[in-house]
């Protein structure tokens, strides 16, 4: 229901921005989009680190995966991450989220105030325990932080956000591919992470659904404040959610990228195709 | 077992056939088509089944190989649990004992026999000894199985969401493992009954087997076909029980949903 809710939300914006943007863009050489199109990036400067990267090496063997990464995400942000299948994106994450230790370098992660973990990641499967009820799957995300009712009531209530409410009793068996993701997600948020990280996780999903997905991501991200991660391979994907995208390539960062355009973005437009051509020759820029 | 008795019902439709098979073979007996001193009529082997009955002689026979059967089962059956959950979750313990126990498992545990009797005569821990040894192993080895195809990833997530060791096990690891629990827990009972047949055949003074090999000598084939026909029905009771708690514990599988 929330979602249906979400997208009609959504549409009365976009028709009047896109009107506007599109005249604006329109009326203006190629070369000065930008002013027009990027009014203001999120502010940063004042703000708190959520992670940070130090010198960051990760070996497997004697074959380097990331090499001596620094990066540096302030809270509140969005990035996405891109690079070529076998870059080390996942080894980013893992290392983030603590499934990994890198080999060499010092990461900085901001906890809670009471030194909680609090950064969560989707992977690019729901990973949803089949023998849970959707809601039981949801409330794994509050393991060690609330039992019983207090979780049951929470676990519900980010159900209701991702539009599964009416879904809380059943076996994740009879689910679609999308609404386990949607689950995951749930999962991922009912906790309310500081830090979430999302390995590819709409990767699996057809073109719709992951639209829709996008739109339910981008507005959980607006309402709930956490540092969202992406790794993605859709290049159109990142430029159309994140504020900064960085390419990963030879183990380094070969682009730090923002985007500094206004939210809703609408697919297509010609802002996000020139940003993506721009990303899509940083990762592929030996071939001219 | 009011659920059991129920589930049997339900499953009417499977013993149509056993009752025409029933049916042809009165009527054989009846015509003279099959000779009494090869095998007794349904009637007559029903009459045995009173007589027996009414002596009590059948109720305390069924009542011990049932008990034989059960503990042995209990003992073997939870001693492979132990192993198979050891060895599943440590690499050590795996390490220390699995190459012995499949060892052990090539041989047929009935090739025992002769060297069990020798050990226990014909006590009850001889039977007991068998059973257990039959059904360890395909618990054993299904408990393994079972704990070693659990999704890795799903236990990467639990670690991710801060899963203790304890509750890692029993909200993903159990549960993940159970199909291949049961799969192990009816094919021990079908050897847990084998098993005790082969003995109390062999080596007993008391029990269905025993009843069976008594009425031989005095030329009772009614009661000979009613030894037969009471094992096959316990054999078919444990296993609707043990579908019955496959059904209950496995509701999330989609195997087991009822539309
Ligand atoms: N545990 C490991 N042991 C050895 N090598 C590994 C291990 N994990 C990852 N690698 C190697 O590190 C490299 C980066 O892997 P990673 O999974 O991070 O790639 P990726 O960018 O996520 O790729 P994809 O887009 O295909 O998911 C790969 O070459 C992979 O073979
Ligand atoms: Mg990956």
């Known amino acids: ?49 959520a992670f940070s990267f130090r010198g960051i090496s990760r070996k497997f063997g004697d074959k380097t995966v990331l090499d ?23 080894t980013l994450l893992r290392l983030l989220t603590g499934l990994d230790k890198p080999t060499s370098g ?18 690019q499967e729901p990973r949803l325990l089949p023998w849970a009820k959707i809601a039981k799957n949801v409330e794994v995300g509050l393991t060690g932080i609330a039992k019983g009712a207090e979780a049951r009531e929470k676990s519900l209530a980010i159900l209701n956000e991702v539009g599964l409410a009416d879904r809380a009793e059943e076996w994740p068996s009879v689910l679609s591919g999308g609404q386990r993701q949607r689950v995951a997600l749930a999962r991922a948020l009912v906790a309310h992470p500081y830090i979430l ?18 739109h339910l991501l981008e507005s959980i991200w607006q309402q709930q404040t956490f540092t969202a991660v992406l790794v993605t391979h859709d290049v159109a994907e990142a430029v159309a959610l994140a504020d900064r995208v960085i390419v990963i390539d030879h183990g380094r960062i070969a682009l730090d990228l923002d985007i500094p355009l206004e939210r809703p973005r609408r697919h297509g437009s010609p802002d996000l195709a020139r940003l993506e051509g721009k990303i899509l020759d940083t990762l592929f820029g030996e071939n001219k | 077992m009011k659920s059991t008795t129920q589930s049997i019902l339900r499953n009417g439709t499977g013993w149509l056939l056993p009752a025409l098979i029933v049916l042809a073979w009165e009527i054989a007996a009846r015509t003279g088509l099959i000779s009494p001193n ?14 027996l009955l009414l002596s009590g002689e059948l109720v305390r026979n069924i009542g011990v190989s049932t008990a034989r059967a059960l503990s042995g089962f209990v003992i073997g059956g939870s001693i492979g649990l132990i192993f198979g ?13 699995d190459t012995t126990l499949q060892m052990v498992r090539n041989i047929p545990h009935l090739a025992l026999i002769p060297l069990v009797i020798l050990w226990f005569g014909i006590d009850e821990e001889a039977k007991l000894f068998l059973v257990a040894l039959g059904v360890f192993f395909p ?18 997530m639990g670690r991710v969401y801060g899963m203790s060791r304890t509750t890692l096990f029993f909200r993903v690891i159990l549960p993940g493992a159970l199909p291949a629990i049961f799969v192990g ?75």
């Open chain 1, 1 to 49: 229901m929330a979602v249906i809710a979400l997208d009609q939300k959504a549409k009365p914006a976009r028709p009047a921005k896109e009107t506007a943007e599109a005249r604006a863009l329109r009326e203006t050489p190629p070369g000065q989009w930008f002013p027009y199109a990027a009014p203001q990036p999120r502010e940063r400067d004042n703000r708190d680190i």
């Open chain 2, 139 to 156: 618990i054993y080895v299904n408990t393994l199985l079972g704990i070693q195809s659990v999704d890795p990833q799903l236990v990467e």
């Open chain 2, 38 to 51: 090869v095998m007794a009529a349904p009637s007559a082997v029903a009459e045995a089944f009173w007589r």
């Open chain 1, 68 to 90: 001596n990464i620094d990066l540096d995400v302030p809270a509140g942000q969005f990035i996405a991450v891109i690079g070529k299948s076998g870059c080390g994106k996942s």
């Open chain 2, 85 to 97: 959950l050891a060895n599943g979750l440590s690499g050590l313990s795996r390490n220390l004992t």
């Open chain 1, 106 to 123: 010092t990461l900085t992660v901001n906890k809670g105030a009471q030194g909680e973990n609090r950064t969560r990641i989707m992977f």
């Open chain 1, 197 to 214: 990280a999302l390995d590819e996780p709409l990767g699996a999903l057809d073109a719709l659904t992951r639209i829709e997905m996008q």
């Open chain 2, 185 to 259: 827990l009816r094919y021990a009972l079908g050897i847990m009954w084998l098993t005790l047949i082969v003995a109390e055949t062999i080596a007993a003074s008391s029990g269905l087997g025993y009843m069976a090999m008594q009425a031989r000598e005095f030329l009772l084939i009614d009661v000979v076909v009613l030894s037969i026909l009471i094992y096959a029905l316990l054999g078919k009771l444990a296993d609707s029980f043990a579908r019955l708690l496959e059904r209950l514990t496995l509701q999330w599988h989609p195997a087991f949903q009822t539309a």
